[in-house]
C-alpha cells in the first residue's frame, strides 16, 4: 500500500525558533498533501492543503505566516513552523493523495510528528 | 461549513458489538469515511461510504443515509486491540477534496 513518512517524528524545541517538518510519498506521486494538527484526546484539523507547485490554501484560522508550507516536489511537502511557542506544541499530521489511486482511498497518512515547544 | 458529530467516549465488553454513530451538516458531501486511531499514532483508514446502504468488511461494518445525514461504524466480536479512537470524516465537494474530521470517539474495550 502507500506509505507516508514524516521527519522529525519528534521534536522539542525552544520558543523563537522555527522547526521544519518534512512529509514524503514514499511510493506514489501526490500533487495534493494535507496538514492536520491534533490536541491530545481531540480530533484532527486540517490546518491547509499543500498544492504542488503553487500556494498552499489555509483554512480559516491558521497563519500563513507561522505555518509556512511548501510542496516543492510531487513526493515532498514541509510545514515550518517559524517562531513557535509553547501554545504550538501538538501533533502535526500530514495526509497525500495518491495521483493514480482511486477516489475511496485517495488519502494516505503519515505517521505524525510530536512537537513541544518548551 | 462542517459539522461532524461523534460520541466522545464509549466503553464495550471484550466479544461484544458496539455501534458508533456520526452525524453531519456539511455544504457540500463526497463521501465519509471512518479511520482508526490508537493513541500517538497516523489514523489508519477503515471504510469509506459514498453511497446509502452497508459496508461491510470483517469485523467492520459502516452505514450512510445520507438524505439523514448520517453514519455509522459498527464493530463485531470486539478485542481488547479495538481500544482507540474512532474518527468520522466527511470528504467535501471543494476542489481539494478536503477531509474533515469529527471529534472522534474514544472506545475502551473491557474484559
Known amino acids: 500500500g502507500a506509505v507516508v513518512s514524516q521527519h522529525p517524528s519528534r521534536v522539542i524545541c525552544k520558543s523563537g525558533t522555527s522547526v521544519k517538518i518534512e512529509c514524503r510519498s514514499l511510493?506514489?506521486?501526490?500533487?495534493?498533501m494535507f496538514w492536520y494538527r491534533q490536541f491530545p484526546k481531540k480530533s484532527l484539523m486540517l490546518m491547509a492543503t499543500s498544492n504542488e507547485g503553487s500556494k498552499a490554501t489555509y483554512e480559516q484560522g491558521v497563519e500563513k505566516d507561522k505555518f509556512l508550507i511548501n510542496h516543492a516536489s510531487l513526493t515532498l511537502s514541509t510545514l515550518t513552523v517559524t517562531s513557535a511557542h509553547p501554545e504550538d506544541s501538538s501533533f502535526y499530521i500530514c495526509s497525500a493523495r495518491d495521483l493514480g489511486g482511486d477516489a475511496s482511498y485517495e488519502q494516505y497518512f503519515g505517521p505524525g510528528t510530536r512537537l513541544t515547544v518548551t | 461549513g462542517q459539522n461532524i458529530d461523534q460520541p466522545t467516549e464509549m466503553t464495550a465488553t471484550e466479544g461484544a458489538i458496539v455501534q458508533i454513530n456520526c452525524t453531519y451538516q456539511?455544504?457540500?458531501?463526497?463521501?465519509l469515511f471512518w479511520y482508526q486511531q490508537h493513541a500517538g499514532e497516523a489514523p489508519t483508514f477503515l471504510s469509506y461510504n459514498v453511497l446509502d446502504g452497508l459496508e461491510e468488511k470483517g469485523r467492520f461494518s459502516s452505514f450512510l443515509s445520507r438524505s439523514k445525514g448520517y453514519s455509522y461504524l459498527l464493530l463485531k466480536e470486539l478485542q481488547m486491540k479495538d481500544s482507540a479512537s474512532y474518527l468520522c470524516a466527511v470528504r467535501a465537494r471543494t476542489g481539494a477534496n478536503n477531509l474533515f474530521f469529527g471529534t472522534g470517539t474514544r472506545l475502551t474495550v473491557i474484559p
Open positions: 511510493d506514489f506521486q501526490a500533487t495534493t
Open positions: 456539511t455544504s457540500g458531501f463526497n463521501g
